[in-house]
């Protein structure tokens, strides 16, 4: 069974950085994707960023060019680097991870609160 741990998260002004941690048990290489998601309140879970084993990594529009998703299988971790945050970043971030057999394994993390002050 994969667990998956977040931390990092907290509050800071805009314009500010934060990186958030996902900590996996287990080996991260077992893992097809890791992803993180958002969900502000009253809205729903929105994608922000996945990445690949292989390393390839998406984004939302909303964060491109601020956020930057990677991983350090060594430390069977997944990051999640914020900066130039914006109020409209507030949310709590949960940790992803999918493995993909026969069928599709999707485990989730219990999430981080990021709030960002204007």
């Known amino acids: 069974q994969v667990q998956l741990v977040e931390s990092g998260g907290g509050l800071v002004q805009a314009g500010g950085s934060l990186r958030l941690s996902c900590v996996v048990s287990g080996s991260i290489l077992s893992l097809d994707t890791m992803a993180w998601y958002r969900q502000a309140p009253g809205k729903q879970r929105e994608l922000v960023a996945t990445?690949?084993?292989?390393?390839?990594?998406n984004y939302a529009d909303s964060v491109k060019g601020r956020f930057t998703i990677s991983r350090d299988n060594a430390k069977n971790t997944v990051y999640l680097q914020m900066n130039s945050l914006k109020p409209e970043d507030t949310a709590v971030y949960l940790c992803?991870?999918?493995?993909?057999?026969?069928?599709?394994?999707?485990?989730w993390g219990q999430g981080t609160q990021v709030t960002v002050s204007s």
């Open positions: 992803n991870a999918q493995r993909r057999t026969s069928i599709t394994y999707v485990y």
């Open positions: 990445i690949t084993r292989a390393g390839t990594t």
